[in-house]
């Protein structure tokens, strides 16, 4: 990893009870000693999460939205100040390598990323400016994510905020999931504070760590960077055309396998919500690979404990996989809802 994307422990890793998480989310805690009960408060409004960990990146000048309208896969030369979009950048071969959160102060673009991965979109972005009006900083030594429901109880003056589209639909794209989705109505968001400000922001309100907030995204069918996708990753597979990508704009790199894949066919794999058997008292983790029989079919990509609903988990299959086949995860029956249909 480059030493540039290494994050300081959060200050509230300090607090009562917090384990820390692991790789990645290793600066943030994955719980404070009861997720269980975290999960629940996180669900009526009562708890923010530790996001401390994402780069916040900004871009300014006039050109900025355009800029970044032409490069990436969402529609934003006209995007209303303090509406949050999501975009994607894309390989020239269409796969997907980075998720911008992005929402525009009207003087400014703020976007939150994917933990590490801010040294190597700010070092593109950077190549990719030529005579254009444009400044790209790293502001994540300054600035801080936290993560809650909208609605939330908030300390202090309104801070920006970046709205969660998901699961949309999001202006003139496709869906490869299901219309009525079971996370419709989702209100999430992720507040950027001054990092100085990260305990007061806080302030009295109930922390939930990363388990909690991963199990709420598993439920929602919700694709991660990094744990959803690999580098092979086109985003039809992981039904992330709904959010973050508009069909009918201009040209940007990974276009073409947008629209072909679109266009001509379906993709060569898909994502599914699955049911894990809770018997045992040990979970899969994620990149578990999935059999049916004796054949490997996909992975594991999110792994959770959802405090309704048990051991709850996404994943990548073939697309040929049978829509009523129950696989293994070493020893673990796992059952299968359909998201994007083969």
Known sequence: MDPASVVAPSALLSRPGAVPGAGVDAAVAAHYGDPMREQRL??????????????????????RLSWLHSLTTQHLT???????????????????????????????????????????????????RFMLRVEVSDVSDSYAVLGEPIGAH?????????????????????????AE?????????ELIVPR?????????????????????????WRPRLGLETDHRTIPHEVD????????HKGCYRGQET?????????PP?????????????????????????????GRLTSVARHFEEGPVALAVVKRSLPLEQTLDAQGVAVAQTVIVAP
Do not use: C, Q
């Open 42 to 63: 996180l669900g009526e409004g009562l708890a923010v999460v530790d996001l401390s960990h994402r780069p916040v990146i900004t871009v300014s000048g006039p050109d």
């Open 181 to 189: 989705h079971p996370a419709a109505g989702r209100a999430w968001r």
């Open 240 to 247: 992330w055309l709904r959010t973050a990508v508009h069909l």
């Open 154 to 178: 908030s300390i202090g003056s309104e801070p920006l905020a970046w709205v969660d589209p998901w699961p949309g639909p999001v202006g003139d794209t496709a869906l490869y999931g299901p």
């Open 269 to 297: 794999r898909r994502i599914v919500f699955a049911h894990l058997d809770g018997s045992g008292h040990v979970l899969p983790d994620p990149g578990t690979p999935l059999v049916a029989g004796e054949r490997a079919v």
């Open 196 to 220: 100085a400000d990260l305990v007061d922001a806080v302030g009295d309100r109930h922390l939930a760590g990363l388990w909690a907030a991963d199990a709420e995204r598993v439920m929602a």
């Open 258 to 266: 947008i629209a072909r894949v679109h266009n001509l066919g379906r």
């Open 78 to 128: 006209d995007l209303t100040p303090r509406v949050g979009v999501e975009s994607l950048v894309l390989s020239p071969k269409g796969h997907i390598e980075h998720a911008l959160h992005i929402v525009d102060d009207g003087e400014r673009a703020w976007i939150t990323l994917e933990p590490g991965t801010a040294p190597a979109l700010v070092d593109w972005l950077n190549r990719m």
